[in-house]
């Protein structure tokens, strides 16, 4: 499974982006897939996630109400819109897949892109 993440960039606090992942390789609608981010000097965090077939979502604390996970099965590909963006949101945002039943934790993710850097400026 290859996963390729795209559409960061720089934008001000209270503008919005949007990121998509597009996967290739096996059967995208098999997996459960999410988004993690670093920021510098911090260690990677768990984002969002959707199940198979987008019924259920789960976000952080930190994003949720701002964030807005979404996927396309006919077009093997993950979104994560951003909205009312902070400072702090600036990171590498990465996606992945599993296999396993919803989980918020790093390892529970077989397949990682190669993350796409997001820059909040105040």
């Known amino acids: 499974v290859q996963l390729q993440a795209s559409g960061g960039g720089l934008v001000q606090a209270g503008g919005s982006l949007r990121l998509s992942c597009a996967v290739s390789?096996?059967?995208?609608?098999?997996?459960?897939m999410g988004w993690f981010r670093q920021a510098p000097g911090k260690e990677r965090e768990f984002v969002a996630l959707?199940?198979?077939?987008?019924?259920?979502?789960g976000y952080a604390d930190s994003v949720k109400g701002r964030f807005t996970i979404s996927r396309d099965n006919n077009k093997n590909t993950v979104f994560l819109q951003m909205d009312s963006l902070k400072p702090e949101d600036t990171a590498v945002y990465y996606c992945?897949?599993?296999?396993?039943?919803?989980?918020?934790?790093?390892?529970?993710?077989?397949?990682w892109g190669q993350g796409t850097q997001v820059t909040v400026s105040s």
């Open positions: 959707i199940s198979w077939n987008g019924s259920s979502t």
């Open positions: 390789g096996r059967t995208f609608s098999y997996y459960v």
């Open positions: 992945a897949a599993s296999n396993q039943f919803l989980p918020r934790a790093q390892d529970g993710y077989a397949y």
